[in-house]
């Protein structure tokens, strides 16, 4: 059955609806970053499992900074995809409208639309590898600007974004990548891909732009949005 549009809601939806509207909110000044321990460059993959074999649960905390007058909304999402690079149902994305994967593995700590609930980062998703079905073998990261074709929004207005890995047993953060272009053309980012390839986690910073809004990103993943 289609999806219906995501609604913002404070608990998870049974269905994502992905075209209910926030108003855009004033920046808030957030505490500085520490030194990354890895910084990575754009496409170059990095394993978790090789690296920080008793590493099995991340705080993955997305940041952002504005650089023109208008301080839009920006979301995060996580598409859960098996081998054929789509999900296996509608239920595995996981977004500000539908907080939780099936398995319980990936968890949106929730929607900030002014960025300031989560310290340094602007909004937060908690990952446990020892969680994730054995279906899902790739997770893509995605930010996405809210309304963005409808108030002509996109990526020139934006400034220091990345993503970043937070051992959540150590509170160490393990690896930082830092998005270094920022496109008029660009409504959607695919900033990095956690993975799983001949029994290692990995994460490849993909720092990919799309034209595509979220309903086109769910299109793209396998999942149908009506109206």
Not at 63 to 88: M, Q, R
Not at 107 to 125: L, N, P, T
């Amino acid at each position: 059955q289609p999806v219906p549009q995501p609604q913002r809601q404070a608990q998870p939806a049974p269905a994502p609806n992905v075209s209910a509207a926030v108003p855009a909110r004033p920046a808030v000044a957030r505490p500085p970053l520490p030194p990354p321990e890895k910084l990575l460059k754009q496409g170059e993959k990095y394993s978790i499992t090789r690296n920080h074999p008793s590493s099995l649960s991340f705080c993955v905390g997305f940041g952002w900074d504005y650089s023109g007058p208008v301080n839009y909304d920006v979301d995060i999402e996580a598409f859960l995809l098996n081998e054929t690079e789509k999900v296996p149902d509608d239920s595995w994305i996981v977004f500000y409208g539908q907080l939780r994967s099936p398995d319980g593995a990936v968890v949106h700590k929730g929607d900030s639309s002014d960025g300031k609930s989560f310290g340094a980062d602007c909004e937060q998703i908690n990952v446990n590898l020892r969680a994730i079905d054995k279906q899902i073998t790739k997770i893509a990261f995605v930010m996405t600007i809210n309304e963005a074709k409808l108030h002509n929004y996109n990526f020139s207005g934006m400034k220091n974004a990345y993503i970043r890995f937070t051992d959540t047993s150590t509170g160490k953060e393990i690896l930082r990548y830092e998005l270094t272009t920022y496109y008029r053309e660009v409504v959607s980012m695919v900033v990095g891909e956690l993975y799983f390839r001949n029994g290692e986690w990995r994460f490849n910073p993909v720092g990919m732009g799309t034209g595509d809004d979220l309903e086109g990103l769910c299109n793209r993943y396998g999942i149908e949005v009506s109206d």
